[in-house]
């Protein structure tokens, strides 16, 4: 099960001949599904939807994907007490509990969104106001 927030605008619109018509869009703006695997010593996964990719440890300390032009600049870390995070070329960073699960995503103004999870199952997403989404 994917979990996102979704945004709905709908707008009636009457025409010159005078009848009406709703137009509208809807639009997915997180997946609050990301999670990282542990590939072995030196690597760890990324998964996002449908996506698999492979950050291999480098020489500083840092994971790095190394196969997809989409992720270059996009830095891993992991801690001693097996959390993570990975920050993108654009200064966000998603950080990772000890099971490889997304809690947090803080763009590059110190913004956050929390997400609370009881296991794997998101209980609430916080944004960064205080507001929850249960």
Do not use: C
Not at 58 to 86: C, H, K, M
Not at 104 to 125: E, F, K, L, M
Request: aromatic letters at 8%; hydrophobic letters at 30%; zero cysteines.
């Amino acid at each position: 099960m994917s979990h996102s927030a979704l945004v709905e605008h709908r707008q009636n619109v009457r025409t010159l001949s005078g009848s009406i018509f709703e137009i509208g869009f809807n639009t997915a703006l997180l997946d609050y599904d990301d999670r990282v695997e542990p590939a072995s010593a030196q690597a760890f996964s990324y998964i996002s939807g449908f996506s698999r990719e492979r950050f291999s440890l480098q020489t500083d300390g840092t994971y790095r994907s190394e196969r997809t032009p989409l992720l270059a600049g996009w830095v891993g870390q992991r801690n001693q007490d097996g959390t993570g995070t990975l920050r993108d070329k654009q200064g966000t960073v998603r950080t990772f509990n000890s099971q490889g699960l997304l809690t947090a995503i803080t763009d590059s103004t110190g913004n956050t969104v929390t997400v609370v999870r009881n296991g794997a199952q998101i209980q609430q997403i916080i944004e960064p106001g205080g507001r929850a989404l249960t």
